[in-house]
């Protein structure tokens, strides 16, 4: 359940002034490969059809979607986004598929839902938009709603692995004026989310020398040597 009926302001980055070309413009900057990202998005959330997940900036929704579809009734999906035109487009793209998806405005860094809450929490090619602090707390707010046993799953820029995506990825950081990428192309969401609390933080896949998918886990505190991280 939420805490509250309003959200706050973030000074991270929203995309809402492109929210109605967003789709297209996906399409066209990933040359065509989206669907195959999403694809195995979804292989690696390995989804039980009760699990309740979050989509931390879900944009116009199409993940999010994607989540609902696969999960039974007795799952619930909700996508957050800070942008209100991207909320309105994910809602009206549940309305015209009937999909159960929620959608509604949130921001990362103060995540209006209850402790222990979700068995997910996703975010995919979204923490590039926050500057350290805003991630750092991202990733702690990731780890309070999650239940323990809880995963999180982030998709998104990281270090790159070859030198055309070294040029991509910092010839992105200065062209766009950009600094929050640098967290990301440093590798250092990894150390973020262990500072957080997560354990067993894997690194599921990298595509393209530049986008890695990560899973981690918030631990079940009763293992021995496993403290709260507050």
Same mark, same amino acid.
């Given at each position: 359940? $939420?805490?509250?009926? !309003?959200?706050?302001?973030?000074? /991270?980055?929203?995309?809402? *002034? #492109?929210?109605?070309? =967003? ?13 195959? &990202?999403?694809?195995?998005? +979804? ?10 997940v979050l ?8 993940? !999010?979607? +994607? ?9 619930? !999906?909700? /996508? ?5 035109? +991207? ?15 929620? &959608?509604?405005?949130? #921001?990362?860094?103060? %995540?209006?839902?209850?402790?222990? &809450?979700?068995?997910? #929490? ?5 923490? *590039? ?24 799953? $982030? ?18 950081? =200065?062209?766009? %004026? ?8 440093? @590798?250092?969401?990894?150390?973020? +989310?262990?500072?957080?609390? &997560?354990?067993k933080i894997?690194?599921?896949? *990298?595509? *393209? @020398? ?21």
């Amino acid at each position: 359940m $939420t805490k509250t009926k !309003t959200s706050p302001i973030t000074r /991270g980055r929203d995309l809402n *002034h #492109v929210a109605w070309l =967003y789709d297209p413009l996906i399409e066209k900057l990933s040359f065509g490969r989206e669907q195959h &990202f999403r694809t195995k998005t +979804m292989t690696l959330l390995a989804l039980a059809p009760t699990d309740r997940v979050l989509d931390v900036g879900c944009g116009t929704g199409t993940l !999010t979607l +994607m989540i609902a579809e696969a999960l039974a009734e007795q799952g619930e !999906t909700i /996508g957050i986004d800070a942008a209100p035109r +991207m909320i309105t487009i994910a809602k009206q793209k549940a309305n015209r598929a009937a999909n159960a998806a929620r &959608f509604q405005m949130g #921001v990362a860094e103060q %995540l209006d839902f209850a402790d222990n &809450f979700f068995n997910i #929490v996703v975010n995919s090619m979204f923490t *590039h938009h926050l500057d350290r602090e805003l991630k750092q707390r991202f990733f702690a707010e990731a780890w309070r709603t999650l239940q323990p046993g809880g995963q999180l799953i $982030t998709a998104d820029i990281d270090r790159p692995s070859t030198l055309l995506a070294k040029a991509v990825g910092w010839g992105g950081r =200065y062209l766009l %004026l950009q600094p929050e990428l640098e967290d990301n192309l440093q @590798g250092q969401l990894p150390s973020m +989310m262990k500072a957080a609390g &997560f354990v067993k933080i894997q690194r599921l896949a *990298h595509l *393209h @020398g530049l986008i890695s998918f990560f899973a981690a886990i918030k631990p079940i505190l009763d293992q021995p040597g496993v403290v709260p991280c507050r």
